[in-house]
Nanobody, 119 residues
Framework: QVRLVESGGGAVQPGGSLILSCTAS????????ITWFRQAPGKEREGVSCSSSDGHTYYSNSVKGRFTISRDNAKSTVYLQMSSLNAEDTAVYYCNTVPPLRINGQVYWGQGTPVTVSS
């Protein structure tokens, strides 16, 4: 059964840190690129960071220098280490493969993990 489980979110103060995890029911070895997305209240889902199987990483300008993506293919898990968090990072964070996992032809998303940055 296809499944993505995101965890590690929570409420933090500005300047704080969190480490998010995404564990897949499929082998991440089968996917070249795995991406972290986020969706802030009232906004579209946006890509935040990607990890490719050859070790390359990508970060959006808004998180570059503050977030670090890593993957442990043996555990089918991708991590997102977030630091220097600010209010603009408040969102629900999701991960997915590229191409995205699908169930019955529909793109599958996990439940996400919420991050709230507030003083």
């Amino acid at each position: 059964q296809v499944r993505l489980v995101e965890s590690g979110g929570g409420a933090v103060q500005p300047g704080g840190s969190l480490i998010l995890s995404c564990t897949a029911s499929v082998s991440t070895l089968d996917y070249d690129i795995i991406t972290w997305f986020r969706q802030a209240p009232g906004k579209e889902r946006e890509g935040v960071s990607c990890s490719s199987s050859d070790g390359h990483t990508y970060y959006s300008n808004s998180v570059k220098g503050r977030f670090t993506i890593s993957r442990d293919n043996a555990k089918s898990t991708v991590y997102l280490q977030m630091s220097s968090l600010n209010a603009e990072d408040t969102a629900v964070y999701y991960c997915n493969t590229v191409p995205p996992l699908r169930i019955n032809g529909q793109v599958y998303w996990g439940q996400g993990t919420p991050v709230t940055v507030s003083s």
